[in-house]
């Protein structure tokens, strides 16, 4: 996720393009960049905030140019690795958001016909096809080189041959055109245009647009024209940054598929998963805190599960101070930020007892990143999260821990290439899974208007849906300050089954995998006690009906991914929950999204 913005008319393209890709800073601040044409191409590009590239920038007149905020996903975060590129003319600039998965063999080429490249990224490539392809139309040059890209994007080209023209293309990635008087704009979101215009209309996947100050002019992939229909904005700025959803919260909850889309990007293909992850260990350790920690809790299932390696898990704070074992596992440490001080301080004490280290982590360049060395880590591409309380970067973790234990599966021969083939295929339909759920949303919103006011909430699962029975309760405490506990169901006669009262509510994951008649059996025991049950059960499954008061219904998926389906709803209740008890959603008391002390 990057921020993009661009800007052809009358008036000095400069302040317009900063004012508005600080209205994108959500999307990414790891670098940022500008390119203008004055009397020629004129490139800025800092590492850090746009604050920084602000305070560097010299005043350049000109009245067309591009600007881009990085959320780095290949190439560390650099002033060398920042947008724009240019080509090895310094004739065309290009921004890019998304990810090219075909770089590396387009680049090899490149390099062969004697293009120079000065970055790590994946982009670059992309500039040098452009020159390549370039005959003084730079529409036309766009349409070839996209015809050799795999991948996602919104690109944004400028050639100092053709001054007032900016084109764009979009491939799952988000850009907006913004219709002016005598002057036109670009960019990745609604709040980046709202001060100019309010006249939008969405580019669509396979669209390329032209524009100049006068003309928008949108076509297909083989140059067909396209006419757009263009609508009028009435959102305020604050309500555009949260994509016109009242809370961040909901926006990154329904940011799900497209998170699992991106996570999974360029991973899978031709099973060729990623880099061997080694044969020096026996066994894992996942180290992590809070959410992190639950993700941690439930790969421990799929590792087990899919790879056949005994896996352990600890919370970073506990493993810090443990005594130190004498084996030496693969330690996985998970942290959304990379910077939480626990799972930094665990990452270092495992350096030092000797063993092969690997993080998960959505941050590009955090100090977790740099602890474990870049190569060693899996970065989750959820895009910046904002509510305080983890939503899609946990499912992106699951997504991580699946493609971990896939690819150790191959490395070891625990699965056979066919079976490896049909869970990647399934991880493929995870998306339109998760967009079936969130569907669900209204529904889900009643059950929470029906028991917003409980005193307590118990979460029950089994196996897989332990650690995410866990990570429920989280979300309900957290956002809602209900008290909510999660437990393995197996448990609840050993001590919990004296909290259960009229005054809870449950809420029982009951897939139907092989713990599926325990859990029944523990519904059945929780009912007796008073408590109204929610049970979360498969599509069809009309005998669960029989054992509660209230069903959510998921999509029937393979039981190792119904981690998914089932966060995603427990994501949407806790949301619900605690809009209707009127909670500071957001922002929830006494939490820090990251917390950097000990
Ligand atoms: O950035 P991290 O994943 O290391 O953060 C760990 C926890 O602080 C975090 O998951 C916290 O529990 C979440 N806010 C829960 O929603």
């Known amino acids: 996720m990057c921020g993009i913005v661009g800007y052809t008319g009358y008036r000095r393209a400069q302040p317009i393009l900063l004012n508005s890709l600080k209205k994108l800073e959500y999307r990414g601040y ?4 500008v390119a203008i044409i004055d009397k020629e191409m004129v490139i800025h590009k800092d590492k850090g905030e746009i604050a920084v590239l602000v305070e560097h920038l010299p ?8 600007a881009h905020t990085r959320w780095a996903t290949h190439g560390k975060p650099s002033q060398i690795n920042a947008h724009p590129f240019t080509d090895c003319k310094k004739m065309i600039a290009l921004i890019h958001n998304g990810i090219v998965e075909n770089y590396l063999d387009i680049k090899e080429k490149l390099l062969e016909e004697g293009h120079e490249f000065k970055s790590d990224t994946d982009t670059e490539v992309v500039v040098h096809l452009l020159e390549k392809y370039y005959e003084g139309d730079l529409e036309k040059a766009m349409l070839k080189t996209l015809k050799e890209i795999e991948g996602s994007y919104a690109f944004v080209a400028i050639s100092a041959e053709e001054k007032g023209k900016i084109v764009v293309a979009r491939k799952e990635s988000p850009l907006i055109l913004g219709k002016g008087n005598d002057e036109n704009f670009i960019a990745s979101d609604i709040p980046a245009l709202l001060k100019e215009t309010n006249r939008i209309t969405n580019l669509h996947d396979g669209e390329v647009a032209t524009i100049t100050p006068k003309s928008i002019r949108v076509v297909d992939m083989e140059g067909n024209e396209i006419s757009k229909e ?10 555009a940054e949260r994509g016109g959803y009242e809370h961040f919260m909901l926006k990154e909850i329904y940011e799900a598929p497209s998170t699992i889309h991106n996570t999974i990007l360029g991973r899978m293909s031709a099973l060729d998963l990623g880099p061997p992850l080694g044969d020096d260990f026996s066994a894992i350790k996942m180290v992590a805190c809070g959410t992190s920690y639950y993700a941690a809790m439930a790969g421990k299932y799929i590792l087990e599960e899919i790879a056949g390696i005994p896996t352990t898990v600890e919370l970073a704070s506990e493993y810090r101070y443990s005594s130190r074992a004498h084996e030496r596992p693969l330690t996985i440490l998970i942290s959304q930020s990379g910077e939480t001080l626990d799972t930094l301080g665990a990452a270092r004490e495992a350096k030092q007892r000797g063993c092969p280290l690997l993080a998960i982590t959505n941050y590009m360049g955090s100090s977790l990143a740099r602890t474990v060395g870049e190569n060693r880590v899996f970065y989750t591409r959820a895009g910046i999260e904002i509510g305080v309380a983890a939503t899609k970067t946990f499912v992106a973790q699951l997504i991580a821990l699946y493609l971990i234990a896939l690819q150790l599966a191959q490395e070891r021969h625990t699965k056979n290439s066919d079976e490896i083939r049909r869970m ?23 059950l929470a208007e029906k028991y917003h006011d409980v005193k307590d909430a118990f979460i029950l699962g089994r196996g897989l849906n332990y650690p995410i029975a866990l990570e429920g309760a989280l979300k309900l405490k957290e956002i809602s300050y209900i008290h909510a506990e999660g437990f393995a169901a197996g448990e609840l006669k050993h001590g919990p089954l004296a909290l259960m009262s009229e005054e809870a509510v449950v809420l029982a994951v009951a897939v139907q995998d092989h713990t599926y008649k325990k859990i029944l059996g523990n519904i059945r025991e929780v009912n007796a006690r008073g408590s109204p049950v929610i049970g979360i059960g498969y599509e069809g499954d009309d005998n669960l009906r029989k054992f509660v008061d209230d069903l959510i219904l998921i999509p029937k998926v393979s039981n190792i991914f119904s981690a998914i389906p089932v966060v995603l709803a427990f994501q949407l209740f806790a949301y619900h929950v605690a809009k209707e008890r009127g909670c500071e959603i957001d922002k929830p008391r006494h939490l820090a999204k990251t917390v950097t002390v000990e």
């Open 30 to 33: 790891d670098s940022a960049g």
């Open 59 to 66: 005043k350049i007149e000109g009245s067309v140019g591009i």
């Open 230 to 239: 263009w609508k009028t904005i009435t959102w305020n700025v604050e309500d």
């Open 424 to 446: 990647l295929d399934e991880m493929r339909t995870l998306p339109r899974v998760a967009w079936k759920v969130l569907g669900m949303g209204p529904e889900i919103r009643e």
